[in-house]
């Protein structure tokens, strides 16, 4: 509502209607006085009384919108982009005279959701661009949206490789986990010598694609996939999963997953006494792998980016910042 009063004010203020323009920064002023919206009509109002009176020129407010899962089963990684976001963007203020004011809307991991707070936040909220969603399935839906309505949308982490072809308005940050399969195959064949290999992933687009390549890689290296399996994501009981394996001799399996599936499945496998070299992407570096999967993941390999590049040495500062305020 400030935003919008000052909107009008603007409006009002081009059609040199001063009276009404003074009216709706003094009502603005009254009801919203803890806003900086209430600090700006202050200032126009000063500038509109006396006899010197000038017509202002209306600070336009710089907003980017962030589309996130705030809420719902996905909310835990919502809000830590979110609260990645409002760092970044705090720290950039900081530095600049122009400053740009964070806009942002729960889209619960939801496609529709996604579309409907897109719609919001370009329309509505006035918003110059848009950082998000969290999740592949709805950063698409609202990437279409973003792309028809001309507003600029980055995706920071959704890792489906043709999310920044749907339009020239939409771009991807997250560097695609495509790479990591073949990446984790080469080492797996070549500096193991592992012959036999395993692969248990969700059926889940992103998580498909990193053991599809993983699974390319491999066969074309000369080692022999002998057992491949999705299961649903959501899944908790692995046994029946956990049971095909120890009926075939694997010497490593692939396991592309989130990391809160990494700690559910790894000590079910210990559990049924399955033994064997544990393989994975980059998700088996997140913390709670190494915090919640105790020694049932101690000796994985897994997929990292090299840390001397000038990329992830300042990726790895933010991270410090990041630790200390949240």
Known sequence: APAMGLRLCKLELEAKNIPEAKKLLADLSKKYPDTGEAGTANLLLSQLSGENAVIPVVPVEKKIGLLAPLTGKFGEFGQAVQN????????????????????????????????????????????????????????IAAAGVADVLGVPLLSPTATDDRISTIGPNIFQLNPSLSWQGPAVAQYAVKARGFKTLAMLYPDEGAWESVAQAFAKEAVKLGAKMVYSQSYTPGTTDFKAQIDQLRLVKVDALFLPASPSDIVMIAPQLAYNQVKLQLLGPESWGDPKVAAQGDVYVEGAIFAVLSESSELAQSSAAFEERFKKRY
């Open 84 to 139: 990645g976001v409002e760092l970044a963007f705090e720290e950039y203020n900081q530095k600049v005279s122009e400053k740009f004011k964070i806009v942002s809307a729960d889209s619960k991991g939801d496609a529709i959701d996604a579309v409907k707070q897109t719609r919001y936040l370009a329309d509505s909220s006035r918003v110059m661009g848009l950082i998000g969603e969290v999740l592949s399935g709805a950063t």
